[in-house]
Structures are given as C-alpha cells and as structure tokens.
C-alpha cells in the first residue's frame, strides 16, 4: 500500500514522500479500507511545518479525515460488509491508498456525494460546533465572522441559514460578497478601520450575540466593537499571525466573553454518544447537497508535492482531495 509520510518538520513541497509498504489483512476487530478521498487542510500545512499547535510524532502520516471502502473485515466484525462505505472520522493517518485500523476509528457513510462526505468531519463540524456550543442561536439572531470566504466560514454561512440565522460575513475583498451571498449569507462587508459603523448600518444596529474569529490581530479588535452586550466571541484560529491588543473598555462595558475553540480537544474530549449527535445533525445536510464545500482541485498520491502547493496557493477556490483510487 502506498502511504505519504514526513519524517522531518519543513516545507510541505520538500518534506512529504511517497512511500511503499507491505499490504496486511485486518485482525480481530479490525477492517481494511480502500481510500477514495481525503482533504488537505491548512492544519495539515502547519504541522508538517511544525507551526501546529500540537506536534506530529516523527515519522508521521497526514490527514485527519476521508471516505473509504470496506475490501476486507477481520475476525470478530459484524457491523462492516465489505463493499460499504466508510467515514474515516478517528482513524489518522489518511494520506494513503489503503488503511486497515480498529472498526472504532470508521463510522457508516450513508448514500451521497462522495466527495462532500469525505470533508464531513473537520470544517463542518467546526461550523455546527461553533453555531450550537456558545450561545442558544434562535431563528432571526445575528452572527458575525471573519475570514467568511474559508471553507468554515462558508459552511458557517450555509448551516445559519439553514436555521434562519442571520450572518454578517467579513471578507478582504468586495467581489467575494456575490457568491456568499449566493450561499444565503444575510449582510457581507470588507474589513476596515471603520468596520462597526458599517456593521450597524447594515445590519440596523442588530444585537449580535456571537462572533467567530479566525484572523486575529485588528479584525478582531474591529470585530468587537460590533458585538452587543453579553456577547460572546470565538476565536479559532489566526490567519493574519498577528495578536489582538485586547480592547478592555468594549469588554467592561460590553461584558464580551472570549472563548476559544479547537476542533481536535473536541474530538479527544466529547463523549461517543455526543460525537454520534454532531454527526447525526450534519451528516443528512452534506449527504443530500443541502450543504457543500468548494473543491478546487484533485490529485493522486504520487502528486503530493503538487497537491500541497496548490492547497497553500493564495489564488485556490475551495479544497483540495487527495483521491488515491478513481471512483
């Protein structure tokens, strides 16, 4: 089976290789599963450069997610038939051809768009976390996000209007307001100095309750001067690597809640029954297309290099799959 593996910390491009192992059939309570499509994530990016905020054990394979195909079950399992299809939601590793692990790290894929239930498990999960865990949203509240124009802040987007939420969505540029409206995003602005002003305007001075942050830095001092009071606001990640200088004022006088959120302790912490809910409440919305995630573009193993350029490249327009096997 073949499997791309880094060994060293460094430029994705440089570091990755594409490596070939002996095939091994499944043990007691193990399947082995042909992969059919695995997504690159800046996360992934990161931590084969060692900028993650968790560290890979050298040598280690990428990829956090995917969908496969049962070809073979080991003693002892029951659940998996081979020929179904399989969500990769806790196996690891899944920058390979083929994986054979514990039938824990799978979960039944129902009928779908293979593809879009290959990426289920981190960017939608991340939208649906962040919209259901902080603040209890009712239909006709506000939100705001920045970087709206990622594959989060599009799902984001998408899942809010799904429950009749109303988004205001930060982008860098005005062209980008088009397609998230086309997405069902209520207000779109382009950041700027004066961008709380610009947010009351358009949204009619609405009380917005939760805020999601990925960008850091101005945005989000920007971004808390449009929140109403008792807000809360997420910060998830820190695409401009630059740090906020905390706005001490807006908080006393606002009582605004910073909260973090990071995807990988949910999955290590929630307890099966509540991993299985998450699932559950996305999984009918990406199986039947009511929501989506852009792919720009799709390449084999042996094209690596290639793949993580093009997933790094500031001009891309959604995600990039590895798809090890034609389906």
Known sequence: MKVVE????????????????????????????QVLATPIHPANLLQIAGQYAAAAELPSVPGGEGIGRVIETGPGVEQYQTGQNVLLAGVGGTWRDEIVAPVEGFVPAPPGDIEQLSMIAVNPMTAH????????????????????????????????AQRGINTVNIVRREELAFSLKALGAT???????????????????????????????????????????????????????????????????????????????????????????AMAALVPLVASGQVKTKIDSRFPLEEIGEAVTRAAASGRDGKVLLTPTHH
Do not use: C
């Open 129 to 160: 976390l962040m919209l259901t865990d902080f603040v209890d949203l009712k239909e006709g509240d506000w939100i705001i996000q920045s970087a709206a124009n990622s594959a989060v802040g599009e799902m984001v987007i998408q899942l809010a």
């Open 6 to 33: 880094f060994s060293q910390l460094g430029n994705p491009a440089d570091v990755l290789q594409l490596k070939t192992l002996p095939e091994r059939s499944p043990g007691p309570g193990e399947i082995r599963v």
């Open 187 to 277: 207000v779109v602005v382009v950041d700027g100095p004066d961008l709380a002003e610009r947010v009351h305007a358009a949204t009619g001075g609405a009380d917005i309750r939760l805020a999601f942050d990925a960008v850091a830095g101005d945005t989000h001092q920007r971004m808390i001067e449009t929140l109403g009071y008792g807000a809360s606001i997420v910060v998830y990640g820190s695409l401009s690597g630059k740090q906020p200088e905390l706005n001490l004022r807006a908080m006393i006088t606002k009582d605004i809640r910073p909260r973090g959120f990071w995807l990988a302790h949910w999955y290590q912490t929630a307890n099966p029954e509540t991993k299985q809910a």
